[in-house]
């Protein structure tokens, strides 16, 4: 990891507060290409590209059959589908308390407003099969929207893992086919012969797949654009081991990923770098990783270091609990010595579908929130009407909206 103290320090906060995702025009280029042949041809196109990039087998059924997602259940250890049950009942638990409320009151009187909670009708969830296994995604996608009610939800994953299938029977999955990349987004965006399109597509997956997801976006709703992994440490006094085990791990995510070490203590900037080269030692991924992208920024004080982190605006962050009311800008925050950031992945209960290249900024992670529409409900009396009638009407008249004015006085005239 490179250290940046000085002079230097605020160009490296600038590069890596405006670090967005860089466009790759060869993922934009393939990904447009794939989802224009499968809109076109459907299946067809579907099954070619499946069976070249997913490793489908030729005359594959693409959809998992329910006995076989039950019988990779039947065949874990104990072990994990316990650890599978533990994370699934945490995650379950945490979107049931985000679920938003229904209500009705009187605004002023006469005049009645509240909402309505409605879940999406559809979602499709990418489940990455790459160089790991992610069933703890599928946990992280479908089960929100298990929560918020979503009647008919699909997945989508190229080489699914034993795993995998064991995660999507254990939550009841009823439809999960073996297909990735910009292909699978395809699919779910305008439907084939044999996926059905869906009203919202949520998860994250590699360059094609985010691109995919960009060309789909005006024609079905897409969770976030997401990027490599992030993660930023703010401390003065923390475990030299443990912040840089948590460097390490998320490193371990992606050559791409990013990660920051935010101190003012220069002795502990220090310390931990030679922690992470030594916890880093033997993992190639990670080790690309805090090659090419990490960084220790040595602040002037924790004040400027919190600055500092806000201005990154990460995915993950991890700081001290006194240090929890200046963060506002975080994917997920992570309190103290003794919660590990991959605690977060798997199994604390808050979603692991996180915001990155900034976009903490304006929006946290995955949750319950994504899978419902919040409708507005009016009601108003004939009293109610009669005393803002003046309201509406003049506002209305402002506008030049004679039309609004008189459906006003329409009724004022009968009530």
């Known amino acids: 990891m490179r250290?940046?103290?000085?002079?230097?320090?605020?160009?490296?906060v600038e590069r890596l507060a405006h670090r967005a995702m860089q466009p790759n025009?060869?993922?934009?280029?393939?990904?447009?290409?794939?989802?224009?042949?499968?809109?076109?041809?459907?299946?067809?196109?579907?099954?070619?590209?499946?069976?070249?990039?997913?490793?489908?087998?030729?005359?594959?059924?693409?959809?998992?059959?329910?006995?076989?997602?039950?019988?990779?259940?039947?065949?874990?250890?104990?072990?994990?589908?316990?650890a599978l049950e533990t994370a699934a009942r945490n995650i379950r638990q945490f979107c049931k308390w985000?679920?938003?409320?229904?209500?009705?009151?009187?605004?002023?009187?006469?005049?009645?407003?509240?909402?309505?909670?409605?879940?999406?009708?559809?979602?499709?969830?990418?489940?990455?099969?790459?160089?790991?296994?992610?069933?703890?995604?599928?946990?992280?996608?479908?089960?929100?929207?298990?929560?918020?009610?979503?009647?008919?939800?699909?997945?989508?994953?190229?080489?699914?893992a034993r795993e995998t299938l064991a995660a999507a029977a254990l939550l009841g999955v009823e439809r999960l086919f073996?297909?990735?990349?910009?292909?699978?987004?395809?699919?779910?965006?305008?439907?084939?012969?044999?996926?059905?399109?869906?009203?919202?597509?949520?998860?994250?997956?590699?360059?094609?797949?985010?691109?995919?997801?960009?060309?789909?976006?005006?024609?079905?709703?897409?969770?976030m654009v997401a990027g490599p992994t992030e993660?930023?440490?703010v401390s003065d006094h923390g475990r030299p081991e443990f912040i840089a085990s948590d460097l390490v791990a998320q490193a371990e995510h992606d050559a791409e990923a990013i990660a920051v070490f935010v101190t003012s203590c220069a002795s502990l900037a220090r310390t931990v770098a030679r922690e992470v080269r030594r916890a880093a030692r033997g993992n190639k991924t990670a080790e690309e990783s805090l090659g090419r992208n990490g960084v220790i920024l040595v602040a002037k004080s924790r004040a400027e270091a919190l600055e500092i982190a806000n201005e990154i605006a990460a995915e993950h962050i991890t700081v001290s609990r006194?240090?929890?009311?200046?963060?506002?800008?975080?994917?997920?925050?992570?309190?103290?010595?003794?919660?590990?950031?991959?605690?977060?992945?798997?199994?604390?209960?808050?979603?692991?579908v996180l915001p990155t290249g900034g976009s903490a900024r304006f929006r946290g992670g995955l949750s319950v929130m994504d899978f419902v529409k919040i409708i507005s409900v009016q009601e108003v009396s004939r009293p109610g009407l009669e005393r803002a009638a003046a309201v509406v009407e003049t506002l209305a008249t402002a506008e030049g909206l004679v039309a609004h004015a008189e459906s006003v006085r329409a009724r004022c005239a009968h009530a």
């Open 322 to 352: 006194e240090d929890v009311p200046a963060i506002t800008n975080a994917g997920s925050i992570f309190v103290g010595d003794y919660s590990p950031q991959a605690f977060g992945d798997y199994a604390c209960g808050p979603n692991h």
């Open 25 to 82: 025009p060869r993922a934009a280029k393939t990904a447009q290409r794939v989802v224009s042949d499968v809109r076109r041809r459907g299946d067809v196109a579907l099954r070619a590209h499946a069976e070249r990039w997913d490793g489908l087998a030729k005359g594959q059924a693409l959809e998992v059959s329910s006995a076989e997602m039950k019988e990779a259940l039947a065949s874990v250890s104990r072990g994990f589908r316990d």
């Open 98 to 160: 985000q679920m938003p409320r229904e209500f009705t009151r009187e605004i002023q009187p006469g005049v009645s407003v509240g909402q309505v909670i409605r879940p999406l009708d559809s979602v499709g969830c990418y489940v990455p099969g790459g160089r790991y296994p992610l069933p703890s995604s599928l946990l992280m996608t479908a089960i929100p929207a298990q929560v918020a009610g979503v009647a008919r939800i699909a997945v989508a994953s190229p080489r699914p």
């Open 3 to 12: 250290m940046v103290r000085g002079r230097s320090l605020r160009a490296e």
């Open 231 to 233: 993660v930023v440490i």
């Open 178 to 223: 073996r297909i990735g990349g910009a292909q699978a987004i395809a699919a779910f965006a305008y439907g084939t012969e044999s996926v059905p399109r869906v009203s919202k597509i949520a998860g994250p997956g590699n360059s094609f797949v985010t691109e995919a997801k960009k060309q789909v976006a005006f024609d079905c709703a897409i969770d």
